[in-house]
Every structure is written in structure tokens, then in C-alpha cells.
């Protein structure tokens, strides 16, 4: 896959807009972290079902295939910076008002659902400028490592700052992370706003949002790597949400490892993703990102066999640092060649073209790894999952190594 990749990190700097595009990501982060981490546990709280807990992570990403392409066109035709503020603003109010009703203790399982759905759904406006403002922010050549540090630093906050802190913060009061998540949104709000950087939102004035969408999708399709790249990320993100959807259930009910084990689980899981981010350029430089992503696709279904068959928790913590690992480097090469891949004007809607389509499958195999919870066994999620990474893998190895730099 030739993209023109230039050694990892040329052309970086700290000083300017990328410091404060990655302060306001790891505050945020660290927001997210409370809430991430304690959602499904107040979900295992308020239902014993395990397709309503799938239900709710499902929830999630849901917002994807509604929201997503047009959270991409708009992306594009406006200032990204003011988008990105104005959102996570909108965020921590949302936030602010579900730790109120926590505090209370009026929360429903429905309640949960909304909450979730409503965050993601700005995230989908969110997460499309800021993909399309980074190239602005970055010169092309240092995308590679600016995406990793990026990756690397929400990790970091997500793993080993906010999840270790989630049993102190719910000890305190099960509202508290979510108030703390408001706070963080509120933070990042404030210093995306005081980015002094071009915007790259071109501002047509005629065409339709439609044909803006149109556009994204044909170029997204048009693009041989850039199609078969999603194809095989939807199938790998169905067995992520088949993992995702019963995570908690699988730690703390077929593991048997409760509360703390499932913070143990999760933090080898953001050790493995931390380690991760500052190789990923370099193993794309020198191994190819083609081979890179077959090679680290297949190690996710390895790593998930064995968190799927050995009762252990010191083996599962292990199986799922080896997850994260491999998965943090498809993540940012992925990212990478996106926006190596998309003309300037463009990134927002096809960055929106091939997250609607490969997020697509997380939701559906939330649920799918719910009724099978229900209906076979606690770690027959995992091991479906492992079956799907594998396809995943062979589906990019006849255009993509035909590709290699």
C-alpha cells in the first residue's frame, strides 16, 4: 500500500495547534474514562438481563449509521473548530444532567440507552471534523505519528488515569463520574476554542447536503484500498461489539473475576494500546502498513481465543494486552491512510463514508453477542469474535499486499 509514508514523526511539533488538539483529547478522554468504565456497571446495577446490557453499549454506535454521513458533509462546509467546541460544550450539559438523576437515584435502564445514544450521536459530528482538522494542523508527512501520539495519550488518560479511578469515584458516589465527565467536556470545549489555525471547510454554497454525501461515498468507493480496507473493518468491528457488548459479563460472570478483575482486565488492555502508538508509524515504515494490518488482525483473533478459553485471570489480562496492542496499530494506520488517501477538501465526508460503514457493525454485534450470552454461553461471544477477526485478516490480504510499500 504505497501512501507516501515519511519517516515517523518528520515535521511534528508540540507547539501550536497539535499540543492543544491533544490536551483537549486526553482531558476529554479522561472524562470518558469515568463514564466508560462505570456505565456498564451501572447497567449490571440496574438490569440482570444480558441483552439489555448489550443493548446499551450497542447504543453507542447506533448514532453511526444514522448521524455519521452527514455529521461528515457538515464537516466539511464549516469551521471544524467551532464544531468540535460547540459539541463537547453540548456534551458536558448532557452529562451534568444524567450525574444529577444518578445522584438522585432515578436512573433507568432506558435512561442509560439515551444517554449513550445522545453522546454518540454528537461524537459522530465530532470525531468527523476533528479528522478532517488534523491535516491542518499537521504536516502530511507527520500524520502517521501525530495520530499515534493522539491515540496514545487518550489511552493513557482512559486506562491508567481515569478506569483506576473509577472504584474510588463510584465509592464517593455513583454520580461522581459522570459529573467529572461533564467537567472534562467542558475543559476541552474551552481549549479547542483557542485553536488559531486555517479552517479547511470549503462552504459550498449551492450543493445539497446530499450530494455532498454522494460525493464522500463515490470517492470512498472509487478508492480500491480505501474500500477494501472498510470491508474488512466492518467485519472486524462486528466482533468487537460481540466483545464489547458483554466485556463485563465475561470478566465478572464466566471469568468470575468481579469488579476489580474487570479493572485489571481493562487496564492490561490499555497497557497493550499505550505500548502500541508511538510503534505504529515505525512498523508501518519498515514492515508496510499492508502487511502491518493482516498481520495485527490476526493476532486479535489469536489473543481472543485465549481469553475465550482459559479461566484465568492473569492469561486474560495478558490475551487482552495483546488485543489492544494489535488493535491500536490497525487503529492508527487505519486513520493514516485515510487521511494520507483523502483530498483536503474531501476528508470530513469520505472520513464519514468509511466510519458509517465499518462502524455499522459494532452495534449489530453488540446484540449478536448478547443473544449469544443468552442463548449459549458467557465466552461464546469471544470465541465468535475470534472466528470473525480471522476472516477479517484474509479478506486484506489479496488487494492490500498487492499494495505494499
Known amino acids: 500500500m504505497a501512501t507516501g509514508v515519511s519517516p515517523a514523526g518528520a515535521g511534528l511539533r508540540w507547539r501550536g495547534g497539535f499540543g492543544?488538539?491533544?490536551?483537549?483529547?486526553?482531558?476529554?478522554?479522561?472524562?470518558?474514562?469515568?463514564?466508560?468504565v462505570a456505565l456498564p456497571l451501572l447497567a449490571v446495577r440496574v438490569t440482570d438481563s444480558a441483552f439489555l446490557v448489550s443493548?446499551?453499549?450497542?447504543?453507542?454506535?447506533?448514532?453511526?449509521?444514522?448521524?455519521?454521513?452527514?455529521?461528515?458533509?457538515?464537516?466539511?462546509?464549516?469551521?471544524?473548530?467551532?464544531?468540535?467546541?460547540?459539541?463537547?460544550?453540548?456534551?458536558?450539559v448532557v452529562m451534568g444532567v444524567f450525574a444529577v438523576v444518578v445522584w438522585a437515584g432515578e436512573v433507568r435502564v432506558w435512561?442509560?440507552?439515551?444517554?449513550?445514544?445522545?453522546?454518540?450521536?454528537l461524537q459522530t459530528l465530532f470525531d468527523n471534523a476533528a479528522t478532517a482538522l488534523l491535516p491542518a494542523v499537521v504536516p502530511r508527512e507527520a500524520l502517521g505519528r501525530a495520530n499515534g501520539r493522539l491515540m496514545t495519550g487518550q489511552e493513557i488518560a482512559y486506562r491508567f488515569v481515569g478506569g483506576p479511578l473509577v472504584p474510588v469515584a463510584l465509592g464517593a458516589s455513583l454520580a461522581l463520574p459522570y459529573a467529572v465527565d461533564a467537567v472534562s467536556f467542558a475543559l476541552a470545549a474551552a481549549m479547542v476554542a483557542t485553536l488559531r489555525v486555517r479552517p479547511t471547510g470549503k462552504r459550498p454554497a449551492a450543493q445539497a447536503l446530499r450530494h455532498d454525501i454522494a460525493d464522500g461515498l463515490r470517492a470512498l468507493w472509487a478508492d480500491r484500498v480505501l474500500r477494501t480496507?472498510?470491508?474488512?473493518?466492518?467485519?472486524?468491528?462486528?466482533?468487537?461489539?460481540?466483545?464489547?457488548?458483554?466485556?463485563?459479563?465475561?470478566?465478572?460472570?464466566?471469568?468470575?473475576a468481579g469488579p476489580t478483575g474487570y479493572a485489571v482486565v481493562l487496564t492490561a488492555y490499555g497497557a497493550g494500546t499505550v505500548a502500541a502508538g508511538p510503534l505504529a508509524g515505525r512498523f508501518a515504515d519498515r514492515f508496510g502498513q499492508a502487511r502491518v494490518l493482516v498481520w495485527a488482525t490476526a493476532a486479535e483473533a489469536v489473543a481472543l481465543v485465549v481469553f475465550g478459553t482459559v479461566r484465568s485471570l492473569p492469561v486474560a489480562a495478558g490475551a487482552l494486552a495483546v488485543f489492544g496492542f494489535a488493535g491500536m496499530l490497525t487503529m492508527v494506520i487505519e486513520v493514516t491512510v485515510l487521511q494520507q488517501r483523502s483530498p483536503a477538501a474531501m476528508t470530513g465526508r469520505i472520513s464519514a463514508a468509511f466510519r458509517t460503514a465499518t462502524v455499522a457493525g459494532t452495534p449489530l454485534g453488540a446484540l449478536l453477542g448478547g443473544a449469544l450470552a443468552e442463548l449459549l454461553a458467557l465466552n461464546a461471544p469471544v470465541l465468535a469474535a475470534a472466528a470473525l477477526l480471522a476472516c477479517g485478516a484474509v479478506m486484506l490480504v489479496p488487494t492490500l499486499t498487492a499494495r505494499m510499500n
Open 20 to 36: 492543544w488538539v491533544w490536551g483537549a483529547a486526553v482531558v476529554s478522554r479522561f472524562g470518558d474514562a469515568l463514564r466508560g
Open 55 to 92: 443493548v446499551v453499549a450497542a447504543a453507542q454506535f447506533l448514532p453511526w449509521i444514522v448521524f455519521g454521513l452527514v455529521g461528515g458533509a457538515v464537516a466539511d462546509r464549516v469551521d471544524q473548530r467551532r464544531v468540535m467546541a460547540g459539541v463537547d460544550a453540548l456534551r458536558a
Open 229 to 256: 480496507l472498510a470491508g474488512a473493518t466492518v467485519v472486524c468491528n462486528t466482533a468487537v461489539g460481540a466483545v464489547i457488548g458483554v466485556l463485563v459479563l465475561h470478566i465478572t460472570g464466566w471469568l468470575g
Open 111 to 121: 435512561m442509560l440507552v439515551g444517554v449513550a445514544f445522545v453522546l454518540s450521536a
